[in-house]
């Protein structure tokens, strides 16, 4: 049977067909549809984990316990989960373990651009790389294999255009696996000196040992064409080459590391120019520049953004495409905005009023920070916000906390949060934590996760309770209050800002695109009331539109959540009747 | 035979993407390679969005570049014009004539631009302006503009109705299938200019 897959999607189904068993994930784009999908499957184990490396150490214990194991991560995930990996990379497996790492070039939805294949080749893991949904499915069941064969965790590296492309895949029969033996093993599981000193030498010769397989591996494959351009490539860009190229020669890389010296100098001596071609990190391109090869790359192609056909034209070959109509007019830009209804949109509205400094977060509150709004100062990774708070009080003192607050979301706090907050308390910091709990993750498509009381596959679960959380740590003053009551949230993080000790709000309102969210009805502005003062555009609401001439609502994206016309002096803003879901 | 390429373009949470599902499936049972580009993530939370559908002997790069594309299906006016450098001369250009203001015009920090529509066709002959809002209200529910949409396009396809409708009854939630055929049909038989 043939499907149109996602390149996530046939993940999933390489981790079913591989007979895996476990899977555990921290979301992230373009990550998140691969454990998404596979919880669809009853016979896999599945779980949200707090965050990245919760979700490695998990994924590590069930390889350990016999089980072919896999776990997924957007790039900046495996920072996270870099402890875990290089020492696990250490211990080697028992099961196979998968680890899917997806990166981000071009930054559709990401704070950095890293290339995940120097952090594996830190943690001196092998790195398979697919370019379409049909090497997506094989290459994972190829991983499993390599990681048991070779005793390491493999690491699978994806890019946005292959996760979130759909291409045709061929399904198969998922293979019968059963359990390894469980055996305690304290010289391979017991990384103290002594152990792990004996354990360095054999991840050094399993490195050698996998540039050897990858020599002969069909991983690697050259396509002999014109010989007057070579191209070695990998991944999204080897798609782009065949567009840009055709008949060349090619030498298109599955493995990406260890890689393949003889394959890689067997090319370059047929061919007479040799392009190398890849996005982000020259990888590839320092590898043959060490081999003596004498190659086209960096010196060229950018190291920043993603890749396409037009851009090899232009870059390599000199060749520009241009337009061909006469429209000269500029589309003005149209960035991601919080959504009509946005419990976030009421928190920055009063933040903004208050003109504090606001160390931000990771989520959807991200947005805050983008005109009307504009009140988050800081974005630096998940759980920074805290730290970031904290850091500024001790550089300038305690006022500084009087006037400053840290952002963060439910599922970002629980993620690592909530050991910033524990820093506050224990080095006697005074800072006030905004919780933005929105009971789900937003930004990357609504997922559960500790606080909302459900599991992945949807089950009711234990929820960690926020507040009694943020106490056992040590703040006296937490406080729950509801951000659409602008007036007593102002009062409360006022209270809070002035108090000369730790504080945490927790702002609860539930993310108004959650199914069980009813607002309406619509809104509209009554024009005979409206004095065109313009408070109601402060909240920045994609649904209130300024017509130069007078503000209007407009009916198809206003969900009736109520918040404007707390901010309208004049009660101009009405309920029109009808309904948006 | 060269690749057919379609693109559809629009604004975050206007159903761009199950309308490329809708595509996709459509494009499968044609028999030819098929790839489809998605934008999820970020951008999804009212950005501009685009996706890419590429079917032929064989499709390389999922992305659609500028001057490649056969079809634009696009579903918000200013998207329109953002995107319209990517198709060929003779494309065929379906425009939903509605107005979603990015937040630079609504804040007055940029000026939506005029008569769009009337841009484009001076340049391209094959434009089909299509009131995709006020069909889908008809049908019952404003958000099945992108089905309305597919109709449209569907009409002017070589591909028999039924396979686009078999393609809906597979991706849309059973809830929701008959406003969306409703949609469908709409989109199908409308004609410009009326
Ligand atoms: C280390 C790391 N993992 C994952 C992500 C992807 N990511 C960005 S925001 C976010 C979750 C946001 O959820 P929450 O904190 O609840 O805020 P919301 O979006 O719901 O407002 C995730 C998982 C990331 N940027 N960094």
């Known amino acids: 049977m043939k499907k149109l897959l996602l390149g996530n999607e046939a993940i999933a189904r390489g981790v079913y067909e591989a007979g895996a068993t476990v899977a555990a994930a921290y979301p992230g784009t373009p990550s998140t549809e691969i454990t998404e999908n596979i919880a669809k499957y009853d016979e896999i184990y599945s779980e949200w984990a707090p965050n990245e490396k919760v979700a490695l150490e998990v994924a590590i214990g069930a390889s350990i316990g016999g089980a072919r194991a896999a776990c997924a991560m957007k790039h900046v995930g495996l920072n996270v989960a870099a402890d875990p990996l290089f020492t696990a990379s250490y211990t080697g497996v028992n099961g196979g373990l998968v680890i899917f ?13 890293q290339d995940t294949r120097i952090l594996a080749r830190g943690a001196k893991v092998p790195v398979l790389e697919p370019s379409d949904s049909s090497e997506c499915k094989e290459f994972t069941k190829a991983a499993f294999k390599i990681s048991e064969e070779f005793d390491t965790p493999v690491i699978v590296r994806l890019t946005t255009r292959v996760s979130h492309s759909q291409g045709m895949v061929e399904f198969a029969e998922r293979e019968n696996y059963q359990l390894k033996p469980y055996e305690k093993n304290v010289s391979k599981y017991v990384m103290m000196p002594g152990m792990a000193k ?36 990998s991944g999204i860009t080897y798609e782009y080459a065949k567009e840009v190229f055709g008949n060349a020669s090619y030498l298109k890389l599955g493995m990406v590391h260890p890689l393949s010296q003889k394959l890689i100098k067997d090319f370059a001596k047929e061919v007479e120019t040799l392009y190398v071609i890849e996005e982000l990190d020259p990888v590839i391109e320092e590898y043959c520049l060490q081999l003596g090869l004498k190659v086209i790359g960096k010196s060229k192609l950018p190291l920043v953004g993603e890749y396409s056909a037009n ?52 989520g959807c509150y991200t947005l805050g920070a983008l005109a009307p709004l504009e009140s988050v100062d800081t974005t630096i990774c998940m759980g920074a916000s805290v730290g970031v708070a904290h850091g500024m009080e001790k550089a300038r003192g305690k006022d500084m906390a009087r006037k400053t607050v840290a952002v963060i979301g439910d599922s970002t706090f629980i993620h690592s949060g909530i050991t910033g907050l524990i820093d506050i308390v224990y080095n006697k910091g005074t800072s006030t934590v905004i919780i933005l709990d929105n009971s789900i993750t937003g930004m990357t498509g609504h997922q559960q996760n500790p606080t909302t009381g459900f599991t992945i596959k949807g089950e009711p679960t234990r929820q960690v309770d926020l507040l009694k959380l943020c106490q056992a ?44 969210v009813k607002y309406g009805p619509v809104l509209t502005i009554n024009q005979d009331k409206c004095t065109k003062c313009r408070m109601c555009m402060r909240l920045g609401c994609p649904a209130i539109v300024d017509r130069g001439d007078h503000i209007e609502i407009n009916a198809t994206q206003c969900v009736g959540c109520d918040l404007c016309p707390k901010v309208c002096k004049f009660n101009a803003i009405e309920k029109a009747g009808g309904q948006n879901e | 035979m060269s690749n057919l390429n379609i693109m559809i373009v629009g604004v975050g949470g206007q159903g761009t993407l199950l309308a490329s599902r809708i595509l996709g499936d459509v494009a499968l049972s044609s028999g030819l390679d098929v790839k489809v580009s998605e934008v999820h993530g970020m951008a999804q939370r009212g950005g501009s969005v685009v996706t890419y559908v590429k ?23 200013l998207e329109a014009l953002r995107w319209i450098d990517h198709a060929k001369k003779d494309a065929t250009i379906v425009i939903n004539n509605q107005r979603i203001d990015p937040m630079p015009v609504i804040i007055g920090k ?55 409708v078999k393609a809906i009854e597979k991706t849309v939630k059973p809830q929701f299938l008959e406003v969306n055929l409703k949609a469908f049909e709409a989109g199908f038989n409308y004609v410009a200019g009326k």
């Open chain 1, 311 to 362: 851009l090899l034209r232009e870059k390599l070959l000199g060749e520009k495409v241009e337009k061909t109509n006469e429209i000269t007019e500029e589309a003005p830009v149209r960035p991601p905005v919080l959504c009509p209804g946005c419990p976030h949109r009421a928190t920055f509205y009063v933040l903004k009023k208050l003109k504090l400094n606001v160390s931000g977060d990771i």
């Open chain 1, 101 to 113: 790492v997806a990166d981000d070039p071009g930054m559709h939805s990401s704070q950095n651009e």
């Open chain 1, 198 to 233: 004996r354990r360095h030498p054999v991840v050094e010769e399993r490195t050698l040992k996998l540039a050897e397989f990858a020599e002969t591996s069909h991983l690697n494959r050259i396509e002999w064409g014109d010989k007057k351009v070579g191209i070695i490539t």
């Open chain 2, 55 to 77: 079917m032929g002997e064989k499709v390389y790069s999922p992305v659609i570049e500028k001057n490649e594309a056969d079809i634009i299906l696009c579903f918000e006016k």
């Open chain 2, 110 to 164: 940029a000026k939506y631009p005029e008569d769009i529509i009337n841009k484009i066709k001076a340049d391209y002959n094959n434009v089909v302006d299509v009131p995709a809002l006020d069909l889908a209200k008809k049908c019952g529910n404003t958000k099945s503009v992108n089905v309305v949409m597919i109709g449209v396009m569907a009409q002017h396809s070589q591909i028999k109705k039924d396979v686009w």
């Open chain 1, 473 to 516: 740590v040590g703040i006296d003053r937490v406080r729950v209050c509801d951000p659409f009551d602008l007036v007593g949230f102002e009062k409360v993080v006022k209270e809070e800002i002035a108090a000369d000790e730790p504080s945490v709000i927790i702002a609860q309102r539930p993310c108004a695109l959650l199914k069980h």
